[in-house]
């Protein structure tokens, strides 16, 4: 397809458990973000792939939460040991270059709804 | 009307009448914005962005405003739509920064 694609719509685990999440950008996007939406909050920024520099991870919540991207293509954001406040809508984004310098599109993801029980 | 607290901002309308949507930001050194619409069960949509060196910006039904000294922010909706009803998202991001920070949102309810 020709937009940000996330699996699986939605997940639900227990309290400990592993999950990973996947996200496919667009076709040639370069850039990549993940985010975090708590119920009724706005968008808690995760991490951030660019091209194949090193990525910025500097909001990951905890040593609990990694996240990879192979080249410019799929993304995986992995939550270990998983706790009831993880629960949340995890979007994926990509845009062609980063926002970085000029005017930018993200184009999101329907999200993965995670539910640690 | 529009009410804060534990929930979403909310603003209630009927359909036709223009709606305005308000966002305070936070960072001086922002210089741009952008305005995303989330529809329940799906992920934010961009729908008009704006850069510092502009105040006003239109596109179809919908207008920006951008107040720096105040650092405020609007989005008008003309002629809202049953269609319209979504979580309204504005976004703000520093020169030279690749991380916009996004407010929490205000929910835009239309009534038939």
């Known amino acids: 397809g020709a937009g940000v694609s996330q699996s699986p719509s939605n997940k639900v685990t227990e309290k400990g458990k592993d999950v990973e999440l996947r996200c496919d950008p667009i076709s040639g996007h370069t850039a990549l973000y993940w985010y975090r939406q708590r119920l009724g909050q706005g968008l808690e920024f995760l991490i951030y792939f660019q091209g194949n520099s090193a990525p910025d991870k500097s909001g990951l919540p905890s040593d609990r939460f990694s996240a990879e991207r192979t080249g410019e293509s799929v993304s995986t954001l992995t939550i270990q040991r998983t706790q009831q406040e993880d629960s949340a809508v995890y979007l994926c984004?990509?845009?062609?270059?980063?926002?970085?310098?000029?005017?930018?599109?993200?184009?999101f993801g329907p999200g993965t709804r995670l539910l640690v029980l | 009307g529009e009410s804060v607290g534990l929930h979403l901002p909310t603003l209630s309308v009927q359909e036709g009448d223009n709606s305005i949507i308000n966002c305070a930001y936070s960072n001086s050194a922002s210089d741009y914005f952008i305005w995303y619409k989330q529809e329940s069960g799906k992920g934010p949509q961009f729908i008009i962005d704006?850069?510092?060196?502009?105040d006003k910006r239109q596109g179809q039904r919908v207008t920006v405003l951008l107040n720096k000294t105040v650092k405020h922010l609007s989005l008008q909706i003309a002629a809202t739509q049953p269609g319209d009803s979504a979580v309204y998202f504005c976004a703000e991001n520093e020169g030279g920064s690749y991380i916009p920070t996004f407010g929490r949102g205000t929910s835009l309810i239309v009534h038939p």
């Open positions: 704006i850069r510092s060196n502009m």
């Open positions: 984004a990509s845009s062609l270059y980063g926002l970085a310098g000029g005017q930018e599109t993200q184009y």
